[in-house]
Nanobody, 115 residues
Framework: QVQLLESGGGLVQAGGSLRLSCIVS????????MAWHRQAPGQQRELVAY???????NYADSVKGRFTISRDNAKNTVYLQMNNLKPEDTAVYYC?????????WGQGTLVTVSS
């Protein structure tokens, strides 16, 4: 069974930084694509960034240059470093694992950016 557990959310002022972490149980982490999504109140969930098993990354235009996704296969953990945060980054952030035959989500962590 695969479980994902996010941490690192919280309240931060605009211009500040946070680092989200997502630790994954199970043995398929290193061969899976990992992604971060977010969902703001009243909005649809959207892709923020992803990183493939080979380390290729991609970002939503709204976060390019401010967010960095990375992974540590030895720790079964994916990170999202968020810098220069803006009030519009306020959302619940979800970690997602995309395997060959399955997709799994974490429970989410709330990020609130005050102006």
């Amino acid at each position: 069974q695969v479980q994902l557990l996010e941490s690192g959310g919280g309240l931060v002022q605009a211009g500040g930084s946070l680092r989200l972490s997502c630790i994954v149980s199970g043995s398929i982490f290193s061969i899976s694509t990992m992604a971060w999504h977010r969902q703001a109140p009243g909005q649809q969930r959207e892709l923020v960034a992803y990183i493939t098993s080979g380390g290729t990354t991609n970002y939503a235009d709204s976060v390019k240059g401010r967010f960095t996704i990375s992974r540590d296969n030895a720790k079964n953990t994916v990170y999202l470093q968020m810098n220069n945060l803006k009030p519009e980054d306020t959302a619940v952030y979800y970690c997602k694992l995309v395997g060959a035959t399955r997709t799994d989500w974490g429970q989410g962590t709330l990020v609130t950016v005050s102006s």
